[in-house]
Each structure stands twice: as C-alpha cells, then as structure tokens.
C-alpha cells in the first residue's frame, strides 16, 4: 500500500501552480524583453541616406554606347545606351563590392570575384545573383516640368528634346532581373 | 588574564596579534618563524614552509595527500586535476594542441589589452591610432603584430586540435558534448578573429569584412536576411556604427561566450579525464577516469613545472616569429567609395570566398556553412560506434581526411588569382602602382626619378646611367606589356615623371594600345603616382 501511494503522482497543489504560473510569465518577460533588444539594436538610419535626389544636366551625359559616367559620391554610374538613359547602383549585386568599368572588354566587372555585367547592367556571368540594380531617374526639362520618367520595371529612359536635367533618386532602387 | 572584577563576556578572545602573543611566548625566533610559516600556509592553501620544500625537493611528503588541499580549497587550481594519466600528458598523440590552444587564447587578452589603450573604435581615428601604434608607441608595433600573429596561430591551432580529437576519437562516448562545446569554441573563435579584421579600418579591413558582412545579407528569407545585415552592420554600409559594433563584439560578447564555452570545455574534460592514445585502452572501455597509482603524474608541482616551461617556451617562440619574421599589414585608409583590386579574404577563410566563387551565395554562403556547423556538432551522436583505435575507424578517417582535401582546394579556389581576372592593362597598373601596397614605381629611390620621359620601346637609351632602380622597373615594365601584346595589341608603355613641387615628383604611367572599337582607334589607362623625397617607401 505504501508503494502504490509512492507511485501516485500527487494532485496539483497551489504552490506549484503558482510556480508555473511564475515561470509562464518571466517566460513571456524574457521573450518581450529580447524583442525589445533587437529593437533597441537595430539602426536609426534614413532610407538610401547618401542623398535623395541628385541632379547631372544634360550637357555632361556621355554619348550612347560609350563607356558610363561615374559619380562616386553618389555610387552611382550614368548610363547611355541605344534605348535611353540609366542609372544603374554601383554595388555589385553578388557581395558588395564596388565593380569597375573596362574599356577594352566594354563591361562592368567586379574585382571581389569575378562578376560581369554588360553595359545596361544586364548580367552576363560570374557568381552575382542578379543583374544590376537602377535608381528611379526622371527627365526635366530648364523649368523643372518632367519630361520622362523611368517606369517600374527600371527600362532605360529615352531623352527628349529640351530636356536640362537628369534627376536620379537614390532613395528609390529598383531591384535587376534574377540572372538564371 | 581576565579576573572576576573584569567580566570579560564569554567567546571573547581579548584582542592581541597572534605574532605578537607568539613571540611573548615562544621568543622572538621562534615565534616569527612560526608567522611566517602559517603564512606560507594560508598562501598556498595547505602548505607549510616544509610541504613546499618537500615538494621542491621532490621528497615523501609529511602528510599524505597534503598536495591536493589547494585543488579542494583554492580558486586558481581548483580546477586543474591533481593528477594525470601519464600517458595523457606527453607529446603523442595530443601535441599538446589543447594546452597551446589555452595559452593563445590568454596571449591575445593580454595584448589585446594593451592595444586597448590606444585605440578608439571611431571610423575617424581608428587608422590614425594605428599609424600612432606602429610609429609613435614604444613596443606598439611589437604588440599590434603579437597580437594579430597570435590570432591567425589560434585559428590553426584550434583547427589541428579539432583535427586530433577527430582522428583519436576521442569525441566518443562519454564525451560528445565535450567535443560539441568545442566545436563552438572554434566558431566564435572564428568570429572573434573576424571582428577584430574591421578594427584597423584600412581598405583591407573594411572590404574583407563587407565581403563577409553581405553574406549575412543572403539569408533567407530575405526580411530575415536584411535585418541581421543591418542589426549587425548598424547602417546599410559598413561605417561608423558598424565598427562600434564590431568592436562591442570583439573585446566583450565573444570572448565571454568563449569563457563560458571554455569554462564548460575544460570543465568536461577534467571530469572524463583527459582520453588516453586509442591503443593503450580496450576498445569500448574507457580508463581515463580512472588512474592507477603508478601511472600518475601529480599537477603540484611536477606538471606545473613542465607546463611553466613550456610557457617560456612557446613565449620565445612567439616573439621570435613576431620580431624577425612576421609583419602585420596596414594598407591605406578605408575608402567606402572605392574596391581595390585583389581584395584578400584572411586564409582562413579563403575556403569561403572559394565556395562563394561555385555558385550562389545564399547556398554557399548560408546553408551550406550551417549544414556543415550543425553536422560538426552533432557527429557524435551519430557516430556511436565504440571502438576508438584507427583501425576500426577507416570510414570516419577517410572522410576527415577527404574534408581537409576539399577545404586545401576551396581556399586555393578562394586566392585573387583564381577565376577573377580583370582587363590586361588594369592588371599591369596593378603590378606598377598599386594602391593598397608599395608596388614598383614607389619602390624607387626618389633619386632615380630623374625628370623626363621614357617609354617601354626605347627606355634602354632614354634612362640616365646613374639611375638603376628605375632602369630595373622600365625592365619590368616592357617586359608587362610585351605579355600583354596579345590582348593589347601594339602596346606602349609611356612614364613621365616630372618634378611637381619642390621635394616631390611625380610619375605619370600611360599605356596605350590600338583598339578599333574606340573612334581614336587606340584605347588608354593612365596613373599618376606622386613620390615625395621622404617617402621613405620600402620595397617589399
């Protein structure tokens, strides 16, 4: 008899209850609190915070199909080709590092590991993801009425007569097509 | 003496310095000698001035097991076993990897500590700190290449060690989760090796780690991927925040859990006992535990003898390599708007960069690596088989072995010069006027920068006969361009130096080629190096 009350488990009492009860809470506690860290960890920072908009006239476009105009502040490369304007970002879409343009092999190529790009940012091999990020660009003519304005895909971008300044908004990237 | 008329309260003791009570009653001698041996005592934790000497002198001691009261009442040895298996404590088949493994670690606290007080985590005056350390600090440079030194020794001794732990099986049963808490000693080794990479902020340090930090990036899914980015990066480029972060994680989060891992570790392996070379136990039966009489070799004071000479030791060594061999790199200050050519990951992990270069990074880069921490961590419990001895492991062996192989090659594949090849002219330029290292043309004496113009075609008449370095590097310059004929036809090599100020000339490099698809028909690349008379750049 005294070896079946030993195997009985005994009821709940309201001690140990209120121990679970305890434990339930510093649970939930803990798990508030760790969103709280990561809240707390996480950045302050402005969406594509090297700029907003920035602005190149017309006059100092390169000519289509030649080689890309740098603007390293703003990591950015201008881009003249058969269809129109892009501004494509200068962060290679593989890991980060900042790819170059080479003249005698007429592409973008990425120094870190060997990605390569044609010149409207279209991918062509190496080990990158995706072809070439573009910012939003938009087309004003000497009184800042638009003119064009890149659509959501990110094509290139026709110049139209009397038109003074290319507007490229950094804060607004548009991802490149997926290169496989 | 307390008298009635006193009425001293009982359990008092009426105050008096025991070395002053022992003299009055034993003589000044006698009672000093005495003070200074329950000194000794309290000291030692259980030695008097005579267990010490017996000890010294290798005698019988006077009481037995006296030797062990300071592992059961001290803090510092507490831990330590008192005794070993002799066949555990020699130099097969551990090499003493695990020990060594411990004295980098403390190695890279202690002057890691040093470099702590003259460094600040600030994208502004980290490099500037550097430059101090290297320069200005006396035994700066000593400390900053000990330290860095020490860290890429830590990462390969710990690798080896896990390496030898594997092949004797010592990971087996009892003592898998001693090994598992190793392998996560090896990952935040890791981790504290490539936190400290950001820390001298020059362009090797924030291109390596941007590298490393976009990985992240490519977890999946990607909301998950971004925000770790960003939590651990604190901007969406590597800048101020980041280093602060890195930083943060690098002198306090990591070697914390390393300490708590280590104190775990270590912890395990005492209480198993250190395993014993696979053939000198019964396959299935482990006796490391324990150690009979004749086969015991006590901590106090014979191994601690041993273990303080070999501190001495590796210490020589150490800064042997550091003071004749070893030379930390500083390239120049990190530029975040432009990539060097040949970014270098450091070589422990070049095997990554080598993955990353197979195929996509969210694979190679994330669920590849995890796959592998989490397979590592759980071999044991999967390999249960209970036979430690070579000869039964062939399977497990092989394929260790066969893991070594394929990390050799990654980390070949991972080298600059695998599979990432720029334009002709661009390497050339490299090879001539790099801009993370001295490269050729800085080399020269500011001397042998005689003014003028010179060219790859006739260089030989055109170079005054007392300027011979610079006689060598037109050498090499036309001997560049002749191999590049072939991509770069009718290439010309052109330097123009010209004295731009009073104590500086400068080098103006232009290489030209015929390419029909420029409307001119030839194509250039032109460099310009200043060379100021003190540079005082060394070749390298």
């Known amino acids: 008899m005294a070896d079946a009350a030993a195997l009985e488990s005994p009821a709940l009492t309201r001690r140990e209850f209120l121990y679970y009860i305890w434990a339930a809470s510093t649970a939930l506690f803990l798990a508030g609190s760790g969103g709280a860290v990561l809240w707390f960890a996480f950045p302050r920072f402005r969406e594509g915070e090297f700029g907003g908009i920035f602005s190149v006239p017309v006059s100092s476009l390169p000519q289509p199909n030649s080689g890309p105009l740098e603007i390293p502040e703003v990591k950015l490369w201008l881009v003249n080709t058969d269809q129109g304007m892009l501004g494509i970002y200068k962060v290679c879409t593989h890991l980060g590092c900042l790819y170059k343009w080479v003249p005698p092999n007429s592409r973008f190529e990425c120094p870190c590991h060997g990605s390569k790009f044609e010149l409207d940012g279209t991918y062509i091999e190496g080990p990158a993801p995706r072809s070439l990020d573009r910012f939003e660009i938009s087309i004003v003519d000497a009184d800042g009425n638009m003119l064009a304005q890149s659509d959501e895909e990110g094509n290139p971008v026709e110049v139209p007569g009397g038109a003074a300044e290319i507007k490229v908004n950094t804060g607004q990237r548009i991802d490149g097509k997926p290169s496989s | ?540």
């Open chain 2, 1 to 540: 003496m307390a008298t009635e008329s006193q009425k001293v309260p009982p359990n008092l003791d009426v105050g008096e310095y025991p070395l002053l009570k022992r003299i009055r009653e034993k003589g000044l001698r006698r009672g000093l000698f005495e003070s200074i041996d329950e000194a000794i005592e309290r000291t030692t934790v259980g030695l008097n001035l005579a267990d010490l000497r017996a000890l010294l002198q290798d005698r019988a001691l006077s009481k037995p097991n006296v030797r062990l009261k300071p592992h059961a009442d001290a803090f510092w040895t507490h831990i330590r076993p008192t005794y070993f298996h002799t066949d555990a404590v020699g130099f097969y088949p551990t090499l003493r990897l695990g020990w060594l493994s411990t004295y980098l670690f403390v190695l890279e606290i202690i002057t890691g500590i040093f470099l702590m007080v003259f460094y600040t985590p600030s994208n502004v005056r980290a490099f500037p700190n550097m430059l101090n350390l290297l320069s200005n600090v006396p035994f700066g440079q000593f400390v900053r290449d000990l330290h860095r030194f020490g860290a890429e020794a830590m990462v390969a001794i710990v690798s080896l060690h896990m390496l030898r732990t594997f092949l004797t099986g010592s990971y087996k049963k009892p003592r898998q989760y001693t090994w598992a808490t190793g392998f996560l000693l090896f990952v935040v080794t890791l981790g504290l090796s490539y936190t400290g990479y950001l820390l001298p902020w020059d362009q090797l340090a924030l291109w390596a780690v941007t590298i490393g930090a976009s990985m992240l990036e490519a977890a999946p899914p990607p909301v998950v991927g971004n925000f770790v980015n960003v939590l651990v990066k604190g901007a969406p480029d590597l800048g101020a925040a980041g280093l602060l972060r890195f930083y943060l994680l690098h002198v306090f989060l990591f070697p914390t859990v390393l300490l708590a891992l280590l104190g775990i570790h270590y912890y395990k392996v005492v209480v198993h006992g250190h395993s014993l070379p696979p053939e000198k136990e019964e396959p299935g039966v482990d006796t490391a535990a324990r150690i009979p009489r004749e086969k015991r070799r006590y901590f106090l004071i014979d191994q601690l003898r041993t273990e303080m000479l070999w501190v001495v030791f590796v210490t020589l060594v150490m800064v042997a390599i550091v003071v004749w061999f070893y030379d930390a790199p500083l390239e120049p200050h990190a530029n975040p708007l432009s990539t060097p050519l040949h970014t270098v990951a450091p070589w422990y992990f070049l095997w990554i960069q080598g993955l990353l270069k197979l195929g996509d990074k969210t694979l190679m880069g994330v669920i590849l690596p995890t796959i592998l921490i989490g397979a590592f961590t759980l071999w044991p419990y999967f390999d249960v088989g209970p036979n430690r001895r070579y000869g039964a492991r062939r399977p497990a062996i092989t394929l260790s072995l066969l893991f070594v192989s394929a990390i050799f090659i990654l980390t070949w594949m991972g080298t600059p010069d695998f599979a990432v090849e720029t334009s002709p002219d661009q390497e050339i330029m490299f090879e001539m006027a790099p801009s993370t290292k001295v490269g050729l043309v800085r080399a020269i004496p500011y001397e042998d920068l005689v003014p003028g113009a010179y060219s790859t075609e006739d260089y030989e008449s055109t170079v005054p006969g007392d300027a011979p370095e610079l006689l060598a590097v037109m050498e090499e310059y036309a001997h560049l361009v002749e191999e590049a004929q072939e991509e770069l036809p009718n290439a010309v090599g052109f330097m123009v130096i010209d004295q731009m100020q009073a104590d500086l000339r400068g080098v103006t490099l232009r290489l030209v080629w015929d390419d029909p698809t420029q409307s001119s028909g030839q194509n250039s690349n032109v460099q310009l190096v200043p060379v100021h008379a003190d540079a005082g750049y060394k070749k390298e």
